[in-house]
């Protein structure tokens, strides 16, 4: 049986990939003056606090790290497009004490310019169900990162999506 993509979900992969693929084009040599392993360590530096942001459900702080043009693309879910609404996009998590995300960034990379750059990683996102048990998905990210006038990171694109459900095992081992 062949599987077919939605169309939208294709659009948002075609157009994360193009984005992603016009900053790797980018990454080549920097002209002189821009130090991209400088600038690599202040958006590793801006991603974690991003993730603390997160952590601490810290909506204004949250609010912050967007541009105010960014695009989210949220799994099995039209496309975000605004800071605002992609804060109310986020709120659930953002107010649930009982919920978390984290994630670790396994490459970042600046573009020759130094105003776009990407990273992609790995996430886990923890939720507790109506019966209080925990609930665990594990999936990867992609952001695209765009340097402003003020020296700040701003995410310009985000996405992720789920690679399993982790559910714990039942008594005695068997499903």
């Not at 080549?28 to 993730?51: N, S």
């Not at 609010?63 to 989210?72: F, G, I, K, P, S």
């Amino acid at each position: 049986m062949r599987r077919t993509i939605p169309k939208r979900r294709g659009l948002a992969a075609v157009a994360l990939l193009a984005a992603v693929a016009a900053v790797a084009a980018a990454c080549t040599t920097a002209p002189p003056g821009i130090d991209t392993e400088m600038l690599t360590g202040e958006l590793k530096a801006r991603e974690a606090a991003f993730q603390k942001a997160v952590a601490d459900h810290d909506e204004n702080a949250f609010r912050e790290y967007w541009a105010d043009d960014a695009v989210y693309l949220p799994e099995g879910a039209p496309l975000v497009q605004g800071r605002e609404s992609i804060v109310e996009a986020w709120a659930p998590l953002l107010h649930d004490e009982n919920a978390s995300m984290a994630w670790t960034p396994d490459f970042a990379e600046v573009g020759t310019g130094g105003s776009l750059a990407y990273t992609y990683g790995v996430f886990r996102f923890t939720v507790t169900d109506d019966q209080g048990n925990p609930v665990e998905r594990i999936g990867k990210y992609a952001t695209v990162w765009r340097r402003g006038d003020d020296g700040e990171w701003r995410i310009v694109l985000n996405t992720g999506n789920s690679d399993a459900l982790v559910e714990e095992p039942t008594a005695g081992g068997q499903d």
